[in-house]
């Protein structure tokens, strides 16, 4: 022990020398004048006396003002400073693994190091801390997968918990177990960080927990809705106060202000006034068959005319334009690189903002662009609080976001975009006011704004909680609904009863709520359980393959383009990758077409041809080697062969680990004389989404379709779907019982049940008992 207590008392002593000498260097001086300007910076003294005196510290300040990259570097300076540098162990969290790499590469740089010496990161498959890493940035999650093997986190000193406003999942879970944790770790220090003012509610839960403020500064930011920028465009939108709810009765009156001839027009809504105002462009992708999963569009054209008009007059500065996803953000930039002012080089910088963004992608984000050129970044919302540009002036803010929610009556989870809270709003709007006085358009009118919520619904209230559930049980936290009573805002009963029941359906948990084998290797999956058991259907039946591609498939945007001037042309392109009545058996037949062009270098070319998105390709083709490497990690695939795909081409074998990852996602099929109509058990009828492949059939041959995704918007839509046949149903969804008839089906409690002749019901249930031991074991 006195050996050891040298060695870390001399390692101690070096790293405060080389912290000095950096502090002293005139690089290191450089770094610490622009440090010492941030208002963090102005608190420090005060944060670290606050932090020694309390176990439990919540500190909040507006974005940008240095609490992500200064707060734990402060602490660890300050251990280095008392050599204890070599005995601190700060874990600092960030909901998303891209902020988690950016802010490491920045704290590094900022103390003078390379990433993975004194500070380091770690994210899911990707990582860089060395022997000497003494901060770490990780995702909440992989702070939860730490506590698996570590549940008293035995050397940690620090935790800092970054974000706590967004009130994510893994976060306010992290919470309660990091109250239990307090209690039996005294000297373990908790730090808590928000963007908003909220800490009130974070102090309660933690028995009155010292909170703290870092004043911050921001310049005004001049702030302009929907009618002022169409004023702006020459055109008046009065709302007539006879009427109210937007969007759907109020009448929008409008007047072209010519100076002469002035003429007026009535638009029934937001949106003619647009159109008459050239303003509005809904061809985003297409708008008719997208129109139930985007029911308001962002105008393209708008967005264009704003962008334009501060590029040829406004002052320098750059633009940050709020988007709702990946794959509008990618329709926009397209649309963009058409016109001559924003497509030319020496005059724009057009870069993309998202949580799938490469490094170099992301460090072009901060840097300063030449004299003249003026940067314009098209972001996600992941620009709203964890991620900083630093020159920015001119915000567009479109009023949305990609939000997942969630129907716990009908297990109907949903991805749509929503609009924002007005938290949000004033988070993005602070964006333009960080270097000078500011602009911030908001492409929606004020009395929608008015309409927003104050905050989000934490995503525990609105988010299906299979997969937290899944995460209690193998943590061993007891009972899953007396834990989740223990949180920040419980969930309601009914939900976590659903959650609970469906993990039983699908073989996850046993009747008495404990972890089966299957579970157990779904909680070793980061996905969805559904996905996670089509990937083990995949290795146990040796279909992995084709399985991997859509899982993948899956969790990226629709690879199928259908432009809207070229529709036809597209859906005959898409239609020689769809015979199989399935959505998911086209993704394969597409991902593999172009995996054999690449191998002559004409994948771009196959994808032009194909109407198919190279870049949903390529993300596919990321993700199936990611999601491989995942299996071979917990030991399901062999690390050495890949002997997973012997019956990779087998259809029914596909179709069954489709069916087996969705059940009970299933509707039976009713065929009428040129027509068939779908039904599943809770919703009566449903309908196809107009881009599945199913959509254009008049018959399917098989009775029965499962669906990865359904969505209520007047009425309930299906995404994704499989025809699959009685047999594969029979063997791997619903149940069985004994009756007097044969094949004779009820759909009971939301599940599905068979009704057979005693024989014919004996040997089926056999076959079931024995697949059921070979998978869930
Ligand atoms: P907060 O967490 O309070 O929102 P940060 O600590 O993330 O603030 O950022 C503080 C400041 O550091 C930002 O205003 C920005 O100026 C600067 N900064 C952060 N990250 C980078 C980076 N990768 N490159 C350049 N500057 C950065
Ligand atoms: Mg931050």
Request: net charge neutral; glycine share 6%; aromatic share 8%.
């Amino acid at each position: 022990r006195a050996v050891v207590g040298k060695i870390l008392c001399q390692r101690s002593l070096q790293m405060c020398d080389q912290q000095r000498a950096w502090q002293e260097s005139p690089e290191g001086r450089t770094i610490l004048e622009f440090r010492s300007s941030l208002p963090a910076y102005k608190e420090k003294e005060a944060i670290l006396s606050a932090i020694l005196r309390n176990q439990v510290l919540i500190i909040s300040g507006e974005t940008g003002c240095g609490k992500t990259t200064q707060l734990p570097q402060f602490i660890l300076e300050s251990e280095i400073e008392s050599v204890r540098g070599a005995v601190c162990n700060i874990i600092c969290t960030q909901p998303r693994r891209i902020a988690a790499i950016s802010v490491s590469e920045r704290v590094a740089f900022e103390r003078g190091e390379k990433l993975g010496e004194s500070v380091g990161y770690k994210v899911r498959l990707e990582g860089m801390r060395g022997r000497d890493t003494h901060l770490l940035f990780c995702t909440t999650g992989i702070l939860l997968r730490r506590l698996l093997d570590d549940r008293n986190l035995i050397g940690v000193t620090h935790i800092i918990v970054d974000e706590i406003h967004e009130r994510g999942m893994n976060e306010d879970f992290l919470l309660i177990v990091l109250k239990d944790l307090l209690a039996r770790r005294p000297e373990l220090k908790l730090i808590l960080m928000s963007a908003t003012l909220d800490a009130e509610l974070f102090s309660s839960y933690f028995n009155g927990a010292a909170t703290m403020k870092i004043p911050g500064f921001t310049y005004p930011v001049r702030t302009q809705f929907l009618e002022d920028i169409l004023e702006m465009s020459g055109y008046r939108l009065t709302p007539d106060n006879q009427i109210d709810d937007y969007g759907q009765e109020r009448i929008w009156k409008m007047n072209k202000q010519a100076p002469r001839k002035r003429k007026s027009q009535i638009a029934s809504s937001v949106e003619d006034a647009l159109r008459a105002a050239d303003l509005s462009d809904y061809s985003l992708q297409t708008r008719e068959s997208l129109s139930c999963w985007y029911p308001d569009c962002i105008g393209f054209n708008l967005i264009q005319y704003i962008l334009c008009n501060i590029c040829e007059h406004e002052r320098p500065g750059a633009i940050l334009v709020f988007m709702i996803g990946w794959d509008d953000i990618n329709a926009l930039k397209e649309k963009l690189l058409t016109h001559p002012v924003l497509s030319d080089p020496s005059r724009v910088l057009l870069l993309m903002c998202h949580s799938s963004m490469d490094s170099l992608e992301q460090r072009l984000i901060f840097e300063e662009p030449e004299d003249g050129v003026r940067k314009i970044v098209l972001a996600t919302n992941i620009a709203e609080t964890s991620i900083t540009i630093n020159d920015i002036v001119f915000v567009l803010d479109c009023g949305k976001a990609k939000k997942s929610s969630y129907d716990a009556l009908n297990n109907t989870p949903c991805l749509l975009p929503t609009w924002i809270s007005k938290v949000s709003v004033q988070q993005r709007r602070g964006r333009a006011g960080r270097v000078q006085p500011g602009e911030c358009y908001h492409l929606y009118p004020r009395c929608v704004y008015d309409s927003f919520a104050e905050h989000q619904l934490p995503e525990i209230l609105r988010m299906p909680l299979q997969s937290l559930c899944l995460q209690i049980k193998s943590l061993k936290l007891g009972s899953i609904s007396e834990f989740l009573s223990r949180a920040l805002q419980s969930p309601e009963i009914l939900a976590v009863q659903k959650a609970i029941e469906y993990l039983k359906t699908i073989g996850a948990l046993d009747e008495n709520e404990n972890l089966t084998i299957l579970g157990h290797n779904l909680t070793m999956l980061p996905m969805e359980p559904k996905l996670g058991k089509m990937l083990i259907f995949g290795v146990i039946f040796n279909c992995l393959d084709p399985i991997l591609t859509i899982v993948a498939g899956l969790s990226v945007r629709d690879p199928f383009l259908t432009p809207l001037d070229k529709k036809d042309l597209a859906e005959a392109a898409k239609s020689q990758f769809s015979q199989d009545y399935s959505d998911h058996l086209a993704i394969v037949r597409a991902y593999e077409g172009w995996k054999d062009a690449e191998k002559d270098l004409n994948g771009h070319e196959y994808c032009w041809k194909n109407f198919l998105s190279a870049q949903s390709m390529r993300v596919i083709d990321a993700l199936r080697m990611e999601f491989l490497s995942l299996l071979k990690d917990i030991g399901l695939v062999d690390s050495n062969t890949s002997s997973c795909n012997a019956w990779s081409y087998d259809m029914y074998l596909i179709r069954a680990a489709v069916c087996y990852g969705l059940y009970p996602g299933i509707c039976s099929v009713v065929h009428k004389d040129t027509s068939f109509s779908l039904k599943t058990m809770e919703d009566g009828q449903v309908l196809l989404h107009s881009n599945s492949v199913n959509a254009r059939e008049t018959r399917i041959p098989y009775p029965w379709v499962v669906f990865n995704e359904k969505i209520k918007v007047n009425s309930v839509f299906l995404r994704d779907s499989t025809a699959v046949p009685d047999s594969v149903v029979l063997l791997l969804g619903g149940s069985i019982s004994k009756g007097d008839t044969d094949g004779h089906l009820k759909m009971s409690g939301g599940y599905l049940e068979f009704f057979m002749k005693p024989a014919v019901a004996n040997m089926y249930q056999s076959i079931r008992k024995e697949l059921d031991n070979l998978i869930r074991s």
